[in-house]
Structures are given as structure tokens and as C-alpha cells.
């Protein structure tokens, strides 16, 4: 006989399932596609109540480990979309899970602010050979001992097969169980937390997978068909429950996993008619939740915009911490490389000016007209914003895993350009970004990968292979069959990174460079970001192969110098201390002689630039 009692306070509803007191469970799920709904539970059916709102509830005894399915009116039976875990693959049951159950060791963790961050990027399927939350975990100590401060996790939700990055999730409530269980990430966290490093969760909410999304059968409205993705029909933010979804997600991921922060991923796709937007309402819940604690979120756009990262008269993130810098990105990869297709040709003319730009202001593109968006204008003005409000990198999962064969950067460019742009990345007043294996000069590739089957793999691999015919040197079917199966197990294989390079002498050299600058970082220009305002850089120089960049920051004057191969200009004076120098680089040195070179300096001027 069912023990079920049914409970239909629609304004008490959160998503998925939740255990409760005296061994019950309460299991919540929208599906206003749907008249009557039942709930699986080990192996018995219970029918479920249903609201006006299409609210489906049910409270029952249920122990954690317990496994349950959403059963529809024709048999069919579905996972929870809001599962904190699965018994098996995105298919199959999904399990309650139990809340507060881990037990923390580092209590005391109270964050760090923002201004300390050295982002490091990994992908946990192939950050170590055994692609594991816990074998990430043993490799913490390498991360501190280089000098990083934030480990940025690629997203972790559930999707469709074993392998894949995590853009494809379709159960954005359950870590992808291939990694290890929930507390296995917990276990991640709290190690970093030990070793003082943020954890930061790179989330989607900008559309759902092609695997094993059962959405569609439980709420079509979940989705608006007259607006699109590049992935499909755009989510509905502007239907409570789907909101409801979103958001609780975003606070389920730092509250019960403790992360430091989010990174919400290809944000300029989340198309919200609604005032306040998600995004918007998304950061003020984070913020009123968690007002004592840092929490630190940074988003993907490709827009260009700034409304979400304004700052208070105190200098503080309102909303959103930091945008992940493209523009930075795509011109010092059109110093470095020469490349000029796609997104790149917007930088192809005077690439170092939009390079100084970018350093001293934030965006190169601040509304001017952009050749790859066919002479539309991009970006707002960025020059207001604070330096650290921009996430800069030379690589990252897409930059390199998005290229056909993955390569990574230090096979495309010479090292002593390599040298000069790492030095730059590393000693800006921006909050740099590494991916992982960079610190070492990692050759092997990053490639996009996945675990599809059947017609969905097929699909897949020749898309793939499509994408790239535009590209000069695919331009035939047999170039293209080059490119990787992202569905072959080696094509993941190869992806992993190689922790016997840094004890090569070629790997070590990097290392060190990379340790180097970063100590210099966190001595000299991480004490000058707290309080520092908007309008800090200027550009002094930019043509002819010479780059010369100040920024006036809170309690002193920070330059750069630089000089590129094949230029002929010479790099103005500096002021104050060298902090370092690397390729010869002296006052007024000429770029002319085919040796790039960079140098940092350090004055006191009196006076600060306070926040603005």
C-alpha cells in the first residue's frame, strides 16, 4: 500500500527531488504538457498531484540512494530533469540524493576576493589519465605551487555518453557521473579550498543537449519555438517555473558544492524578453543569498557589452564580476599566428592598435562596424570598467578545441612572440586565464570530442567536418576527412594532457617562465587592483611593431613595452622600477631587428585612481 501523501503548495515548489525529515522524500517536477503523471519508485508506481500551474508533486517515503523515474501516461519513463544524480547514463533512473551528508574539512574557507584570481581552466576528462574529480584533486598542489589562485572547472552536468566537453548537458542538477559522484566533487572543492585555490563551475544555460534532453515531453513550454539557438528552439526564461530552474541552479551549485563562483557560458544566446532579464535576476539572487561571502561570476559574450558588469560607487561588481575577453584573444592570436579567416579578420588591419586597445580599455570593438558581423557595429564602450572586469587568455577549450585539429598556440608561432604575449597576459592588470597544460608549453591538442551513437554520431561527425569547408585548407572532401571523428575514444585520448612534459627540459623551461611571471604578478600588480577604477589605461604608442600601454592603478603607475618581429618602431621611455624585461628589451629599443622583446615597469607617482 502507498505511504504517498501529495502536496500541491506550487508556491513552495523547487525543482527535482528533496528528502525530508523522518526518511520521506518530496519530488517536484513541471510538466503542464502532461494531465496526469506517476512517479517510479524502487521498481512501484505513485500517482502524483497536479496544480493548476502543471506542477506535479508527491511526498513519499524514500531513503537516499533511492531510485525513481517520472512515468508518463504511455508507459514512457523519463529521468528528473532536475536529478542530482544517476544510476546510470541520462537514460536511465535517476537517485535521490542526500543533503548535507558530506562532511567538509576546510569549514573555515572564506574566499578570496577577486583581484588575487590566476585563472586555470581544466577539462576533468582529460586533466589527468584517469579523468576523474579525484584524480584532479591530487594534481591541486601542482596548480598552487605554479601560482594559480582559481581553478575554472568546464561544465560538469550530465550528458549524453562518457565523453564529451559539457556543453551538451542535459541534466544540469547532476554531476556527469563518469567523473566520480556528487561528493567526489564536493571532495574536489574542499581539497582546493585546503590548498587556497577558488573553484569556479563553468555552467549553460543557454540550451540543452541532444542526448537524452526529456524536457520536451514533460513541458514544451519549457521552450519558445518562434525563437531560436544555434542548438534549437531558445529556453522560455520568461515562464516562472523555467526561470525557477535556472536559478535554483545557479544557488544548488554554491551552496551544496560550495563553488567560489560561476561562468556562464555563451550568454549573448539567452534571449529573456522579461525585466529583469535572467542574467540579471540571476546575479541578484546569487549576490542577496551570499552577501558575506565572495562569489565571483563571469560570463561568455560575444557582444560586447558592459551593463552587466557595472560597478558601485565602492568599486563593486553589482552583478556579474568579469567578461571572458575575446577580442584580447582573437588579435594577439593575429599577431602570433598571422591567421585572418573567420572571426580573426576583424583584427587583420592594424592589429596592433586593436591589441593596445584591448590591454588599456578592456574591448578593441566598442561599437565600430565589424567585418565578420557583415559591417554591423559591435560592442559598447569599456574604458569606465575596472581592468580586472576582463577575463584575457591566449588559449582556452574553444580557442584551441574549436580549431579542426586542435592545435595548441605554441605550435602556430615562434617562441620568442610566444614569450613576449605570455609575459603580457600574465603581468596585465586583467585577471589572466590559462588552460590547462599551457604553464608547460602543452603540445598535444585539444580536441572536440563526444560519445554519440547511431544517426546522432553520424550527424555530428559530418558537421563537424562542414564547418570547416570554408576554411582554405579543407577546402577538399580528402582534407576534410582529416579532421578527428570527435566520436572515436581517441580522439578523447589524445586530448589529455601530458604530465611527463613539465619534467622535460622544454616543459620545464615553460614552467618556470610561467612560475616566474606569475610571482611577479601576485608582488607587483595584484596589490595595485584593489580600488582600481575605470579609465586606468592609455595607449602611447601602437604602430610599426611597438607597443607601449600605462595604467594608472591604485598606489602606482604600471607600463608596458614591447616590440614585435618585422617592426621598425621604438618603444617610448618608462618610468620607475623594471620588474621585468625579456628579449633584450631596453628604453627606446628598436623594433626593427626581428627580436620581440617586453618590458614591465613600475613607478609610485603621488596620488591613486580611486574606484570610479
Known amino acids: 500500500m502507498s505511504m504517498a501523501k501529495p502536496s500541491s503548495d506550487s508556491r513552495r515548489t523547487t525543482w527535482g527531488a528533496e528528502p525530508l525529515d523522518g526518511g520521506e522524500a518530496r519530488f517536484s517536477v513541471w510538466a503542464p504538457g502532461q494531465e496526469s503523471l506517476s512517479l517510479r519508485l524502487d521498481g512501484r508506481d505513485h500517482a502524483m498531484e497536479r496544480d493548476a500551474e502543471g506542477w506535479f508533486t508527491l511526498q513519499t517515503r524514500a531513503g537516499a540512494g533511492a531510485a525513481y523515474n517520472f512515468v508518463l501516461p504511455d508507459g514512457r519513463l523519463v529521468p528528473d530533469p532536475a536529478s542530482r544524480g544517476q544510476e546510470g547514463d541520462v537514460h536511465g533512473p535517476s537517485l535521490l540524493t542526500a543533503r548535507n551528508a558530506y562532511r567538509w574539512q576546510n569549514d573555515a574557507w ?18 589527468t589519465p584517469e579523468g576523474t574529480f579525484r584524480a584532479a584533486a591530487d594534481r591541486l598542489p601542482h596548480l598552487k605551487e605554479l601560482g594559480v589562485t582559481a581553478v575554472e572547472i568546464m561544465p560538469v552536468a550530465q550528458f549524453g555518453g562518457n565523453r564529451g566537453w559539457g556543453y551538451d548537458g542535459v541534466l544540469p542538477y547532476a554531476p556527469h557521473r563518469a567523473y566520480g559522484t556528487p561528493d567526489d566533487l564536493r571532495a574536489l572543492v574542499d ?17 540543452f543537449g541532444p542526448d537524452g534532453n526529456y524536457l520536451p515531453l514533460l513541458a514544451s513550454a519549457f521552450f519558445d519555438e518562434n525563437r531560436h539557438t544555434p542548438w534549437g528552439a531558445a529556453i522560455a526564461f520568461e515562464k516562472e517555473p523555467v526561470r525557477r530552474f535556472f536559478v535554483e541552479n545557479a544557488l544548488y551549485w554554491l551552496r551544496e558544492f560550495r563553488f567560489d563562483g560561476l561562468r556562464l557560458d555563451a550568454v549573448d ?14 546575479a541578484r539572487r546569487i549576490r542577496a543569498e551570499f552577501p558575506d561571502r565572495p562569489i565571483h561570476l563571469t560570463t561568455e559574450d560575444n ?5 552587466l558588469h557595472e560597478r558601485d560607487k565602492k568599486g563593486l561588481a553589482t552583478l556579474h564580476t568579469a567578461e571572458w575577453n575575446d577580442d584580447f584573444h582573437n588579435v594577439a592570436h593575429v599577431i602570433a599566428t598571422g591567421e585572418t579567416v573567420s572571426y580573426y579578420e576583424d583584427f587583420a588591419e592594424e592589429p596592433l592598435r586593436h591589441f593596445a586597445r584591448a590591454l588599456a580599455e578592456g574591448f578593441a570593438y566598442q561599437g565600430e562596424p565589424s567585418k565578420h558581423a557583415e559591417g554591423k557595429p559591435r560592442g559598447h564602450p569599456s574604458a569606465h570598467l575596472p581592468p580586472q572586469a576582463f577575463v584575457d587568455f591566449l588559449q582556452n577549450h574553444d580557442q584551441v578545441g574549436n580549431r579542426a585539429l586542435g592545435e595548441r598556440l605554441i605550435l602556430m608561432t615562434d617562441e620568442a612572440t610566444l614569450r613576449v604575449l605570455v609575459a603580457i597576459l600574465l603581468l596585465s592588470p586583467h585577471i589572466p586565464l590559462l588552460f590547462m597544460g599551457e604553464e608547460w608549453g602543452e603540445t598535444r591538442p585539444f580536441l572536440f570530442f563526444t560519445d554519440f551513437h547511431g544517426d546522432l554520431a553520424q550527424a555530428v561527425r559530418e558537421g563537424r567536418r562542414r564547418e570547416f569547408a570554408k576554411f582554405p585548407a579543407f577546402d577538399t572532401e580528402a582534407e576534410r576527412r582529416q579532421i578527428p571523428d570527435p566520436n572515436l575514444e581517441q580522439t578523447f585520448q589524445l586530448s589529455k594532457i601530458d604530465w611527463t612534459r613539465p619534467d622535460s627540459p622544454e616543459g620545464g623551461k615553460w614552467r618556470a617562465f610561467t612560475k616566474e611571471l606569475l610571482a611577479l604578478r601576485h608582488a607587483h600588480v595584484v596589490p595595485l587592483l584593489h580600488g582600481a577604477g575605470g579609465h586606468s589605461g592609455r595607449v602611447l604608442k601602437a604602430e610599426n611593431g611597438a607597443l607601449a600601454v600605462d595604467w594608472r592603478l591604485n598606489g602606482g603607475l604600471l607600463q608596458l613595452r614591447a616590440t614585435f618581429k618585422d617592426g621598425f618602431g621604438t618603444a617610448p621611455p618608462y618610468e620607475g622600477d623594471v620588474i621585468f624585461s625579456d628579449g633584450g628589451h631596453e628604453a627606446g629599443a628598436q623594433a626593427g ?12 607617482p603621488p596620488g591613486d585612481n580611486q574606484a570610479s
Open 110 to 127: 572564506a574566499g578570496r576576493p577577486w583581484e588575487e584570481a590566476v585563472v586555470y581552466e581544466l577539462h576533468v576528462g582529460t586533466f
Open 191 to 207: 581539497a582546493a579550498h585546503g590548498h587556497g585555490l577558488m573553484v569556479l563551475l563553468d555552467v549553460v544555460y543557454n540550451h
Open 269 to 282: 544566446h539567452l534571449h529573456d524578453p522579461s525585466d529583469p532579464e535572467i542574467l540579471v535576476e540571476i
Open 303 to 307: 557582444r560586447n557589452i558592459t551593463r
Open 593 to 604: 631587428d626581428n627580436s620581440p622583446s617586453v618590458l614591465w615597469a613600475l613607478a609610485s
